[in-house]
């Protein structure tokens, strides 16, 4: 187990930088998601630290040691990519064992631990098949395995599930998350899923454009968005983000949404601001003191989720199915509570 300590780390290809200067210090035994849109520089960051491509400057330091210069074989990272590198010619068991008869593994442990790793990621019934023939959902555990058996200190993984179907990846999901706790291996877990990241990871850092945004526990980037970009990537829907004022109204402080009605805040100085408000914290109240129509109502099983609108304002709403669902059409009222208001400077788009 190793600790990850990244410090102004930056990598450019020619003028164009694909990470700046980042600081992230990932824990012993630490699951670590990297999430952020196509380009953002994830995998590059990832390739530093596996040791496949060298910063620009700055340093990577395990467990304190410099790892700038040293070859990515003698750095104890296990790395699985998105297209999954099997020997087809071999079994699953060789596959498997692949890793361990060049670390000299007595045959006897071998077995026992190609069997435990076999059993956590439900290959035991196929051991003996030739990878060959195998699924792509099966190859891609099987990739993992591969990787995991050897236990290394550090274990990373690129997107390891962007080319499996949607229900194995809902079981993988979990399955990773158990071989986690089972080898407390340092993870680290680049994919563009927020949900993949939110289930998994014990922080996420979210990066853009090169640049690491904010990192956190799933729950402080979910409700307290460094900036508008995590506010919007993070949740499904992302938070509503509606231009507005900060007014002192008769009751107190409100932020003052024209079309869409003034919402009271518990506090704020006045002038232009981003209101933020998450899709799941509309209430619906007919005396409510926010107001918008519904332009489109979408039913997803346990949940419904409503398009808003009121003059330059859109929004959306998400409500449970049980809930009485305003038609296409409707004037919705409904308020938010005043702790789940966030407000953002409309310059800087950093949370206020
Ligand atoms: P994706 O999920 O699409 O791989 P990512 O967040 O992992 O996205 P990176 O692969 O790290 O992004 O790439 C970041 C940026 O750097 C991209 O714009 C990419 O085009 C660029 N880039 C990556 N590798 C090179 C390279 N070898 N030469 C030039 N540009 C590169």
Do not use: W
Not at 123 to 142: D, F, K
Not at 258 to 271: E, V
């Amino acid at each position: 187990m190793t600790e990850i300590v990244m410090q102004n780390l930056g990598k450019a290809f020619g003028d164009f930088t694909a990470l700046a200067d980042m600081d992230l210090t990932i824990g012993t035994g630490e699951f670590v998601a990297l999430l952020g849109p196509s380009g953002c520089g994830k995998s590059t960051t990832m390739n530093m630290i596996a040791g496949m491509l060298a910063p620009t400057h700055g340093e990577i330091r395990f467990d304190g040691r410099n790892m700038n210069g040293v070859p990515m074989a003698k750095r104890g990272v296990g790395f699985v990519f998105q297209n999954y590198a099997i020997f087809t010619h071999m079994t699953v068991r060789e596959n498997l064992a692949y890793g361990l008869k060049s670390q000299g593994v007595t045959a006897a442990e071998t077995r026992r631990r190609v069997g435990e790793i076999a059993e956590l990621l439900q290959l035991t019934p196929m051991l003996e098949r030739r990878a060959a023939g195998l699924s792509v959902n099966i190859l891609q555990r099987l990739a993992i395995g591969r990787s995991a058996v050897v236990e290394p200190a550090i274990f990373l993984l690129d997107e390891p599930l962007s080319n499996v179907d949607a229900a194995f990846r809902a079981v993988m999901r979990s399955e990773l998350k158990a071989l986690q706790r089972q080898f407390r291996q340092t993870m680290v877990y680049v994919t563009h899923d927020q949900l993949e990241a939110m289930t998994m990871a014990d922080r996420i850092a979210v990066m853009d454009h090169g640049k690491l945004l904010q990192v956190g526990t799933p729950l402080e980037v979910y409700n307290h968005p460094a900036d508008t970009f995590v506010a919007r990537f993070i949740g499904a829907p992302g938070m509503n983000l509606l231009r507005g004022r900060v007014i002192g109204a008769d009751t107190g402080v409100a932020v003052d949404l024209g079309a869409a009605g003034r919402c009271p805040l518990r506090s704020g100085q006045g002038g232009e601001v981003l209101f933020g408000f998450r899709p799941e914290q509309v209430q619906p109240d007919p005396q409510g003191p926010m107001q918008m129509t519904v332009t489109t109502v979408e039913r997803i099983g346990a949940r419904t989720i409503l398009h808003l609108a009121a003059g330059d304002h859109l929004a959306k709403a998400v409500l449970d199915s049980e809930a009485e669902t305003p038609a296409q059409g409707a004037e919705l009222r409904f308020s938010v509570p005043a702790d789940a208001v966030r407000l953002f400077d409309p310059k800087t788009e950093r949370a206020l």
